[in-house]
């Protein structure tokens, strides 16, 4: 199975501030990855697929990049409701998904 | 508007049996793949099980492999896990999802509001 390998673990920011988690992969999966932002209790919801799609919906600050085995999210002027746990997914072969990033606002 | 809701989580002891339901809604079932993914209390998101559109391809984890079975019936617009063999390390919540497929690559566009397993005696 491919591992994907998420960091950092947590991070605490202030709004306003430019965030960035990076997700690297043990093989090459091309573009095939997704991200997700999960609130306690909820769901998990897509935000970005195929690397650098922008789901329908989410706001523009958040982007995605990469491609083969190192990937990033950033938000760019981060916003107290962005304050949740962060999932990579590859998609290549069997899902596999990242441990999580848990964004804290200052 | 897709929605996806979840049913038939409950307490089992080891070594039982359950049966998980997804009733689907607001789309074409039969068109898209399904998946089961769950998350054990305080930890991460793992892929379960996927169904193809047509029931006719499936994957497993390996974690549940032999143990777990996925099914579907397009009549009724419902994903089934038949859970058997639990052990306490199933306990988690499990969440419906309806994928997005280019070819065999596939990720969850949407998600159930989950349904929480507890393995325990």
């Known amino acids: 199975d491919i591992q994907m390998t998420q960091s950092p673990s947590t991070l605490s920011a202030s709004v306003g501030d430019r965030v960035t988690i990076t997700c690297r992969a043990s093989?090459?999966?091309?573009?095939?990855l997704a991200w997700y932002q999960q609130k306690p209790g909820k769901a998990p919801k897509l935000l970005i697929y195929k690397a650098s799609n922008l789901e329908s919906g989410v706001p523009s600050r958040f982007s995605g990049s990469g491609s083969g085995t190192e990937f990033t999210l950033t938000i760019s002027s981060l916003q107290p409701d962005d304050s949740a746990t962060y999932y990579c997914q590859q998609y290549n072969s069997i899902q596999t998904f990242g441990q999580g990033t848990k964004l804290e606002i200052k | 508007e897709v929605q996806l809701l979840e049913s038939g989580g409950d307490l089992v002891q080891p070594g039982g049996s359950l049966r998980l339901s997804c009733a689907a809604s607001g789309f074409t079932f039969s068109s898209y793949a399904m998946s089961w993914v769950r998350q054990a209390p305080g930890k991460g998101l793992e892929w379960v099980s996927g169904i193809s559109g047509s029931g006719g391809s499936t994957n497993y984890a390996d974690s549940v492999k032999g143990r777990f079975t996925i099914s579907r019936d397009n009549s009724k617009n419902t994903l089934d896990l038949q859970m058997s063999s639990l052990r306490a390390e199933d306990t988690a919540v499990y969440y419906c999802?309806?994928?997005?497929?280019?070819?065999?690559?596939?990720?969850?566009?949407?998600w159930g509001q989950g349904t929480l397993v507890t393995v325990s005696s």
């Open positions: 999802a309806k994928d997005r497929c280019v070819s065999a690559s596939c990720y969850m566009g949407d």
């Open positions: 093989q090459s999966i091309s573009s095939w």
